[in-house]
C-alpha cells in the first residue's frame, strides 16, 4: 500500500474522535477516503473475447488534410490467455487493394493498472508495432504511445469505446503536436458475431 500523509492524517482525527465519545466508529471508518490503487483490470477486455464482423473506415493518406476515406470489411476473433491478464485476436480486412491480415496482443500490468497493446500485420510481419499504453475510465480505452509515420514524429492514441454487449468502436489517430490536435485515420466498428 502507497504512503498517503492525507489518509493517514483524516485517520487518525477520526480514530480521536471515536476515542473521545465525539463519533461513532462506523462513521469514522466511512470518513476516511479509499487508498490510492491504479485504475485498471485484468477483466477490462473481457467485452472483447468472441467473433466479431468489423465494418473500417480509413482515412487514405495520412497527416496532408485529406478527408477522402475508404470503406471495407473484415472478421476478427479474440480470445483470453493467461487468465485474462492478456489477450490476442486475429483480424482479417478485406481492403481494396487486397486482403490483409493482422494480429494484436494485449496484455496487463496490475503495478501500474495499464495495458500495452501490440499489433503486427501480416505487410510487414517481421516489425511489431510500438506498443500503446494505457487503460479504461468511464467505459472509454485510451491508449497512446511516440512513434513515427513516414518519417513524421507522431504521437498514436487508440480508443476503445461505445462498448455494449454485442457491439464497440476503437479508432486510431495521430498528432504532430505532441497531443494538441488529433486527425482520426482509422475507426472499426465491430458487431459481435458469435
Known amino acids: 500500500m502507497r504512503h498517503d500523509p492525507e489518509r493517514r492524517k483524516v485517520m487518525h482525527l477520526s480514530l480521536l474522535a471515536t476515542a ?3 463519533l ?4 469514522a471508518l466511512a470518513a476516511v477516503p479509499e487508498a490510492a ?3 485498471g483490470n485484468a477483466h477490462d477486455f473481457d467485452f472483447f473475447v468472441g467473433s466479431w464482423s468489423v465494418k473500417h473506415r480509413r482515412l487514405k493518406q495520412r497527416l496532408v488534410g485529406s478527408h477522402e476515406w475508404q470503406e471495407f470489411d473484415g472478421t476478427c476473433r479474440c480470445w483470453s490467455l493467461l487468465g485474462g491478464l492478456a489477450n490476442v485476436n486475429e483480424r482479417i480486412a478485406y481492403r481494396p487493394d487486397g486482403t490483409s491480415h493482422g494480429l494484436g496482443l494485449r496484455a496487463f500490468d496490475a503495478k501500474s493498472g495499464t ?3 501490440w499489433n503486427l500485420s501480416s505487410k510487414e510481419p517481421h516489425k511489431i508495432d510500438v506498443p500503446i499504453i494505457g487503460r479504461f475510465e468511464n467505459g ?3 491508449f497512446l504511445s511516440d512513434d513515427t509515420h513516414e518519417g513524421t514524429p507522431v504521437k498514436v492514441r487508440g480508443m476503445f469505446s461505445k462498448i455494449a454487449p454485442a457491439s464497440a468502436q476503437w479508432e486510431q489517430a495521430f498528432s504532430t503536436d505532441g497531443g494538441g490536435t488529433w486527425e482520426t485515420n482509422w475507426v472499426m466498428n465491430y458487431t459481435r458475431t458469435a
Open 140 to 142: 472509454v480505452g485510451t
Open 37 to 39: 490503487a491504479p485504475a
Open 24 to 27: 461513532p466508529l462506523g462513521d
Open 115 to 117: 495495458w500495452a497493446d
Open 20 to 22: 473521545a465519545g465525539l
